[in-house]
């Protein structure tokens, strides 16, 4: 501490002091008692007590993968409720993600004052405190994981990268909405393809404790299959390109989308990878939020929250490119006000006229990334010139 600058002591006391705000405004928060957590949470929590906490890992707890059952497990140890415990996860998480927000926004700029502003934005950014201490979810988790894989991506650190984005694929399997970001580095031989053996490892070790005490491997191989079928609807208060289908589309027609989507994912990565040009670290920053609001807008059963990486991309993405401030300022309001919805019964906006919206910020970020690839294009021209 002794050798830090005078600006740096300041920003060291304001990272400690702005933490303690989010903790202490989490922990106002946390009596909140959601829906999913008395129809979902609660019952995990109070099994896992009720069965000797990790003991109780090897029974059919939930439909997460055993990671998140983990943690779960590991808090019935503290003198805590189950509502606390699960919210304290959560909160903690938010820490962690804001930390890997930082430090990507400190990739861009010397003054690390912009990477304690980016810490500051993501812990009382609203979509991020209503999920964990309010909703009681645990996107934080994953998310920090996707945010540190697009961080050693930045880096060249291929083992790193890949390894951060099978940790987000052990919490939760919105991490595939990155996914399309990886292909694109494999086809630009930025990772090697054995480099990919990592995430079914990963996967495979995260299952061992459970498997240990007594659960059944091939449900836990096939844990993500069995969350695809649990809901039935088309869209699920998203806006996004399916929300103005009714609730009882046939299930056919999601099994289409399904395949629509996937074309037009590999429609895309066939452009990009045939496209010329430097991956600079704001073209990754721009790939990765393109994707993270890609996907969920084209897939079909797209839950409330599934904006909630778009969200902190956008963030970063903004201080990336100051002028487009407007990209987080409507992917946050979009996605809170489908939070809000869930939560509060809010419902005063179109949520298909939300869905319009997020298409046009879509199409506005499509011709962001052929500008960008073009002036990328044109610059390696010259410098061959």
């Known amino acids: 501490?002794?050798?830090?600058?005078?600006?740096?002591?300041?920003?060291?006391?304001?990272?400690?002091?702005?933490?303690?705000?989010?903790?202490?405004?989490?922990?106002?928060?946390?009596?909140?008692?959601?829906?999913?957590?008395?129809?979902?949470?609660?019952?995990?929590?109070?099994?896992?007590?009720?069965?000797?906490?990790?003991?109780?890992?090897?029974?059919?707890?939930?439909?997460?993968?055993?990671?998140?059952?983990?943690?779960l497990a590991i808090f019935t140890y503290f003198p805590v409720s189950g509502l606390v415990a699960i919210k304290l996860i959560s909160s903690i998480a938010d820490i962690v993600l804001a930390i890997f927000v930082m430090k990507t926004v400190n990739l861009k700029y010397q003054?690390?004052?912009?990477?304690?502003?980016?810490?500051?934005?993501?812990?009382?950014?609203?979509?991020?405190?209503?999920?964990?201490?309010?909703w009681g979810q645990c996107d934080a988790i994953f998310t920090s994981a996707l945010v540190a894989c697009v961080y050693y991506l930045m880096q060249n650190h291929e083992h790193k990268a890949v390894f951060a984005f099978a940790i987000a694929f052990i919490f939760k399997l919105q991490a595939v909405f990155l996914a399309p970001l990886l292909i694109l580095m494999l086809l630009k031989r930025?990772?090697?393809?054995?480099?990919?053996?990592?995430?079914?490892?990963?996967?495979?070790?995260?299952?061992?404790?459970?498997?240990?005490?007594?659960?059944?491997?091939?449900?836990?191989?096939?844990?993500?299959?069995?969350?695809?079928?649990?809901?039935?609807?088309?869209?699920?208060?998203?806006?996004?390109?399916?929300t103005w289908m009714p609730e009882d589309t046939p299930g056919y027609i999601s099994k289409a989308a399904v395949i629509l989507a996937g074309a037009l994912v590999a429609l895309s990565l066939f452009y990009f990878y045939r496209k010329k040009f430097v991956l600079t670290h704001e073209m990754f920053i721009s790939f990765a939020l393109f994707y993270a609001l890609f996907l969920p807008?084209?897939?079909?059963?797209?839950?409330?929250?599934?904006?909630?990486?778009?969200?902190?991309?956008?963030?970063?993405?903004?201080?990336?490119?100051p002028k487009k401030f407007y990209v987080p300022v409507v992917t946050v309001l979009s996605s809170?006000?489908?939070?809000?919805?869930?939560?509060?019964?809010?419902?005063?906006?179109?949520?298909?006229?939300?869905?319009?919206?997020?298409?046009?910020?879509?199409?506005?970020?499509?011709?962001?990334?052929?500008?960008?690839?073009?002036?990328?294009s044109i610059h390696e021209v010259r410098v061959r010139i």
């Not at 419902?347 to 910020?361: A, C, E, K, P």
């Open 111 to 134: 003054n690390k004052t912009y990477g304690v502003i980016s810490y500051t934005v993501i812990l009382f950014l609203p979509s991020v405190f209503l999920n964990s201490a309010v």
């Open 1 to 71: 501490m002794r050798n830090l600058s005078r600006e740096q002591m300041e920003n060291v006391v304001l990272l400690f002091l702005i933490t303690a705000l989010a903790i202490l405004m989490r922990v106002l928060l946390f009596p909140f008692e959601s829906g999913d957590y008395h129809q979902f949470l609660q019952g995990w929590y109070t099994a896992l007590k009720a069965n000797g906490g990790f003991a109780a890992v090897g029974m059919n707890i939930g439909d997460y993968m055993p990671t998140y059952i983990y943690l």
């Open 190 to 242: 930025k990772i090697k393809p054995d480099t990919f053996l990592i995430i079914p490892l990963v996967y495979f070790i995260s299952c061992i404790p459970a498997v240990i005490m007594g659960r059944d491997f091939l449900d836990l191989l096939t844990v993500y299959f069995s969350q695809s079928k649990q809901y039935s609807m088309i869209s699920m208060f998203l806006p996004n390109l399916y």
């Open 336 to 376: 809170t006000y489908a939070v809000c919805h869930n939560l509060f019964n809010t419902d005063f906006f179109s949520v298909q006229i939300l869905g319009v919206i997020m298409l046009v910020l879509l199409i506005l970020l499509i011709k962001h990334l052929m500008e960008l690839i073009s002036a990328s």
């Open 297 to 321: 807008f084209i897939l079909p059963h797209m839950h409330e929250r599934y904006y909630f990486v778009a969200d902190i991309l956008s963030v970063v993405f903004a201080f990336y490119f």
